[in-house]
């Protein structure tokens, strides 16, 4: 297995860099008959002594082995730590002053550390009686055992109790069944390599290991077939046919083994040595198959199984690799680069965000917002919808009653009765009735103004992302943008209710006598001249005519029914004010945009690129106003750090892609 580690060992590094789950490699389990040497061929696949072998029912409990690799460093700078309890699975550490290469854990001996592998078997033997009994019983509830050590890759190995078919002491009358079941569990798991074990000096044909192989892996993808006890075949046989797939073909492979005997487990013979005579006995007895057959062949096989695999679990770790990279090179780029020279890249950020906002009022810019009006469009609708609306809705005559304009009309009369309705108290009303327009015209302004004010933010958030980088110089725009618009703010009104044709320039007009030319083509011309070439009545009705009572205190005419000549007046009253009032409102609602446009909106866009540069453009100001937001730089490190990382990985797997491993 110790080919694969380099290549577990780099794509550790790419599972760190890219927070994937790490590839499972799969499990290889081993079935077979009892005493046909399963735990044998696992042992000598792991290389150490460490499973109880031997005749009879040994192995009476599953045994998950899970082979961890720990570095030689990770060694050195975890041992003397504290062991933490919680991380049994991970636990690389030593206890204080254990310095060992390779060592074992057994789940159901919490934090011991086994560094004897002697003991390590003992303990499984001792943990086996305990659940199974002393006397051939067995137990499906598995031994869970960790090694440790710099020669092994990630990988799980499974060695269960062999198939039998008669119960010998205390095991129950369907043992034959039960250990079945147990093998079943194990080998279903589509993520596992079954190692079909027979042993040389049984039929094949009869193979117990295949046919329950077949049962969950009827295509033979991933199951190997290992012959074992090639040097117990009787004197005059062979395996020849049986190995070159003649008799039963496997399509992973059949390979042919010689574990230790029984004697050489009671005489303590060295794995080393073990694989040294299989070679010798391989060359000897099947010279032409020596190279397809023994330990190290079914090792090789193996890890060329697990990094087919390995390999088949890379296009999808390559495309997450592509994905973040893509995401982290963006990322890098909107941070930008370091600033060289401060001077032309403030002036180009400044310009930046002036024409960007310039371009969101005309509608050009490059980033067009779809969730909302914003910019110009908005500015458009505040003109044409809420503006116009809100004028529409004012009513010419509202807030004004008959009295009123009585009272106007007497007012204007002065001591002595008239002989037409005064002018005056038609202009005073009239008046008073257009100021009403002013609010919603001021109102207009505002909101212009809002969203002037909005478009700020529009822009150094989308447009001009680079700003983000140095707060100091957004705020500072921010700061000479919002000024500039209300320094705009008075002039703009003022021009909106007094000069520039506003509504102060219609409430003027009649005092001047203007409004009679607007109102020249109106029908209240012709009313005004009939209302001029009639007769007057010698005294017009009086409220307080004939009550004996102080005049002064009586400031308004109580209600009552109006005289004719009264009810004329006012209606003559009214219809000019309302034809007035009409023709006014149709001049604010052209003239109030302008005026915005004019003094506000393209004002602002007209000196906004000088104003930022006039403010902003200082060689004292340069250091402070491109000063990178502190994380930034920060920021930019990692993710280029990330990248690189990213690219080294994606290095890494199209290597692992091309690894041979022989
Ligand atoms: P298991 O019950 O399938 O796990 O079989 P073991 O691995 O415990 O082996 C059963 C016995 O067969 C042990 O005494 C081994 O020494 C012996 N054995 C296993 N493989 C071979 C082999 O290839 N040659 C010889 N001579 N003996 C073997
Ligand atoms: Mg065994």
Redesign the pocket.
């Known amino acids: 297995m110790e080919a694969l580690i380099p290549v577990i060992n780099k794509l550790q590094d790419v599972f760190n860099t890219v927070g994937a789950d790490i590839i499972q490699l799969p499990q290889i389990v081993?079935v077979?008959?009892?005493?046909?040497?399963?735990?044998?061929?696992?042992?000598s696949l792991v290389g150490r002594d460490l499973?109880?072998?031997?005749?009879?029912?040994?192995?009476r409990r599953p045994l998950i082995l899970q082979l961890v690799h720990v570095s030689p460093e990770d060694q050195r700078k975890t041992s003397g730590e504290e062991n933490d309890p919680a991380t049994w699975k991970n636990s690389r550490h030593l206890s204080k002053g254990v310095e060992a290469e390779e060592w074992g854990k057994f789940l159901h001996t919490k934090n011991k550390l086994y560094t004897d592998f002697d003991e390590i078997r003992q303990e499984i033997e001792n943990e086996t009686e305990r659940i199974s009994g002393n006397n051939k019983g067995v137990s499906p509830e598995p031994i869970h055992l960790k090694i440790f050590s710099p020669n092994v890759v990630n990988l799980t190995l499974v060695?269960l109790?062999?198939m039998t078919k008669v119960p010998v002491g205390d095991q129950p009358k369907d043992i034959e069944l039960q250990i079945r079941e147990l093998i079943l569990r194990f080998i279903s798991n589509p993520n596992s390599i079954i190692l079909a074990?027979t042993?040389?000096n049984t039929d094949m044909a009869t193979s117990e290991a295949l046919k329950i192989s077949r049962e969950v892996d009827p295509d033979g993808r991933r199951t190997l077939a290992v012959i074992?006890?090639?040097?117990?075949m009787d004197a005059g046989t062979d395996a020849m046919d049986v190995l070159m797939g003649r008799v039963i073909p496997v399509k992973l492979g059949i390979i042919g083994?010689?574990?230790?005997?029984?004697?050489?487990?009671n005489n303590k013979k060295s794995v080393t040595d073990s694989i040294r005579d299989?070679y010798a006995f391989l060359q000897k007895k099947y010279p032409s198959l020596a190279n397809r057959n023994g330990t190290k062949y079914l090792a090789r096989t193996l890890n060329r199984l697990l990094m087919h695999h390995i390999r088949d679990c890379l296009p999808e770790l390559k495309t997450r690799i592509n994905v973040l990279a893509a995401q982290y090179q963006s990322l890098l780029n909107s941070y930008g680069e370091p600033v060289d020279d401060k001077s032309a890249t403030l002036l180009q950020l400044i310009t930046k965000f002036a024409t960007e906002y310039c371009n969101t009022i005309e509608g050009t810019a490059k980033y067009i917002e779809t969730s909302e009006l914003c910019g110009g469009a908005r500015i458009c609708y505040i003109f044409h919808e809420t503006f116009g609306r809100t004028l529409e809705s004012v009513d010419p005559l509202g807030g004004l009653n008959t009295i009123d304009i009585l009272t106007a009309i007497r007012n204007a009369t002065g001591p002595r009765p008239a002989l037409f309705v005064p002018e005056v108290s038609f202009e005073l009303l009239v008046k008073r009735q257009i100021k009403r327009l002013e609010e919603p015209s001021l109102r207009c302004v505002e909101l212009v103004h809002e969203e002037m004010q909005r478009i700020i933010q529009h822009c150094s958030n989308y447009s001009t992302q680079e700003l983000l980088r140095f707060p100091k110089l957004h705020d500072a725009i921010v700061e000479v943008v919002t000024c500039l618009l209300r320094k705009r703010l008075p002039v703009t009104n003022e021009m909106v209710l007094s000069g520039g044709g506003g509504v102060g320039d219609a409430v003027q007009e009649p005092t001047t006598g203007n409004w009679r030319g607007m109102l020249k083509t109106s029908k209240a011309e012709e009313l005004l001249a009939e209302e001029k070439s009639k007769p007057i009545p010698i005294m017009p009705a009086s409220p307080q005519k004939g009550h004996a009572v102080n005049l002064l205190d009586v400031p308004v005419p109580v209600a009552r029914k109006l005289s004719a000549r009264e009810q004329r007046d006012c209606e003559v009253i009214e219809r000019l004010i309302k034809s007035y009032f009409l023709i006014v409102r149709k001049n604010i609602q052209d003239s109030v945009p302008k005026a915005v446009m004019h003094f506000l909106v393209n004002h602002v866009k007209d000196t906004l690129q000088s104003e930022l540069v006039g403010q902003l453009y200082k060689s004292s100001l340069l250091d402070d106003l491109l000063t990178e937001s502190e994380d930034m730089a920060q920021r930019r490190k990692e993710a280029a750090d990330m990248l690189k990382a990213l690219q080294g990985a994606g290095q890494i797997i199209a290597e692992i892609r091309e690894t041979h491993l022989w």
């Open positions: 081993v077979g008959t009892q005493s046909s040497g399963k735990s044998s061929v696992l042992e499973l109880p072998r031997g005749t009879g029912i040994v192995t060695d109790p062999g074990v042993a040389a074992t006890k090639l040097d117990l083994v010689v574990n230790r005997s029984q004697l050489d487990i299989e």
